[in-house]
């Protein structure tokens, strides 16, 4: 058995029960159940419709996400999740770029590393060296004025802990964010790069070894073993090249607002709806939100 979820963003509201009774009956599911008014609903199925992938083609350009699931073991007993562009708006390094003056040069780095363009290590080896001499405190600076995080946030690790679930922050970026990122949000360990300094200033290097594509799949296996689950029980999230084996090795992999090669490689794409739409596709609706 499987579950149809139509997902619109909170803030645009525009899921119609029209859409979603005609895609019911075209498949022959079951009874429509609303998660949230306007926002989220589903309805079971007995296999996957042939022409899925058309559908949501169609869904897309009515800025609507559809999402196909396996009914058995929606609701995970974990979270993994990517820092930059994933739990925040932002891309860390791009951000710490500005600042020091080489942000254009920085942000088409980083883009074409992020689509699998460019190998991770030497992209953010090259990235960090361009931050040579930049003062240590400009890190507090960009924390507090341009860091924001993704709408949505909150609300999934709070749901999702009060049902017993663990939470683990994994980036290819920098500990001094994911810290206070993973502090703000709840998340019970974080993992990332460290940002090396002397004197008050970046050194332009990166702590070895380099926490990477592969260091997330690690985290993964060493975090589940540990809590004596399966992959199966882990929803993880991401947008990048570097979150792909975490993404595919997980019970539930979501690609959000991916890029488009990485989308391509994930069944569970959410390209309009915020965070929360982790929890509509786990099966909670919103009166089982926790703020």
């Given at each position: 058995m499987y579950t149809a979820v139509l997902l619109a963003a909170p803030s645009a509201r525009n899921l119609e029960p029209a859409l979603v009774e005609s895609l019911r009956n075209a498949w022959g599911g079951g009874d429509a159940i609303w998660l949230a008014p306007d926002v989220a609903?589903?309805?079971?199925?007995?296999?996957?419709?042939?022409?899925?992938?058309e559908v949501w083609d169609s869904c897309q350009s009515m800025n609507i996400d559809l999402?196909?699931?396996?009914?058995?073991?929606?609701r995970k007993k974990m979270l993994l999740a990517d820092m930059d562009s994933t739990m925040i708006q932002q891309e860390c390094i791009d951000e710490l770029a500005d600042e020091a003056g080489v942000g254009e040069r920085v942000k088409d780095?980083?883009?074409?590393?992020?689509?699998g363009e460019l190998d991770f290590d030497g992209a953010l080896n090259e990235r960090v060296g361009l931050l040579k001499n930049l003062p240590e405190g400009v890190i507090t600076k960009v924390l507090a004025e341009r860091?924001?995080?993704m709408p949505g946030g909150k609300t999934l690790l709070a749901t999702m802990k009060a049902n017993g679930?663990?939470?683990?922050?994994?980036?290819?970026?920098f500990t001094a964010f994911t810290q206070?990122?993973?502090?703000?949000?709840?998340?019970?360990e974080n993992r990332a790069n460290t940002l090396l300094t002397e004197g008050g200033k970046l050194t332009g290097k990166v702590g070895m070894p380099i926490l990477g594509k592969q260091a997330?799949?690690?985290a993964l296996e060493e975090i589940t073993a540990r809590l004596k689950i399966t992959d199966t029980d882990v929803v993880a999230v991401g947008d990048g090249a570097n979150d792909l084996g975490m993404l595919t090795r997980a019970g539930m992999g979501v690609a959000l607002h991916a890029k488009p090669s990485v989308a391509a490689q994930c069944n569970?794409?959410?390209?309009?709806?915020?965070?929360?739409?982790?929890l509509y596709v786990q099966g909670y609706s919103q009166d089982e939100f926790v703020s």
């Open positions: 609903a589903e309805f079971g199925l007995a296999e996957v419709p042939q022409n899925l992938w999402v196909l699931v396996p009914t058995a073991g929606r780095i980083t883009a074409r590393a992020m689509n860091i924001t995080l679930a663990y939470a683990a922050l994994v980036s290819g970026g206070q990122v993973a502090g703000q949000l709840g998340f019970d997330k799949v690690d569970v794409r959410v390209n309009f709806s915020d965070l929360t739409a982790l």
